[in-house]
């Protein structure tokens, strides 16, 4: 089917710490990855996306790159803070009607 | 400043009852979007509407209604036949441009429901 696996949380790290997040997808061809976060409270915020494979998108620090070979988007930050706490969505487009299938979310608790 | 509102943030609704989410967009977006958050689910998709005067079921439209009679707006109505509306409401809206892969969707700050 079509799908959004992401790996479950909740991820503590202290600060400046290494972060990964996983993500996988299934999809027949080659759909634009996304990673949107949310802030406590909030509506989600576009972080970075990438449209086609091998691309990497970027965005404050953050980092992800779409691997065709092994359908994945992992999220990776090389030195956590605390501001970085929050939720983490990976998503992929849904097609022509422009839907976004999500995934279930990772929550990130970061410590000072 | 452009952007999505939702009132209001917190919603309490005794159960049997109906109640309508505000969701208004001055981003002139034609698409806009509803979902759903409950935890460990991620976001689910109720209904959308590319067009004025046209919507869409999404994945989990039992118990919802909608409306868009106006392109800035985008109301939601959680009827009593909706089993478990406890939940994370987002509305969301978009450009509709069909020669790209992708329009961005921008997100409102969501209203709480908790039915009592």
Redesign the interface.
Known sequence: GNSVTQMEGPVTLSEEAFLTINCTYTATGY??LFWYVQYP??????LL?A?KADDKGSNKGFEATYRKETTSFHLEKGSVQVSDSAVY?CAR?GG?????I????TLLAVQP | DGGITQSPKYLFRKEGQNVTLSCEQNLNHDAMYWYRQDPGQGLRLIYYSQIVNDFQKGDIAEGYSVSREKKESFPLTVTSAQKNPTAFYLCASSTVNRGLSYNEQFFGPGTRLTVL
């Open positions: 759909p634009s409270g909030e509506g989600l915020q576009l996306k449209t969505f487009y022509a009607t422009n839907k976004l999500f995934g279930t979310g």
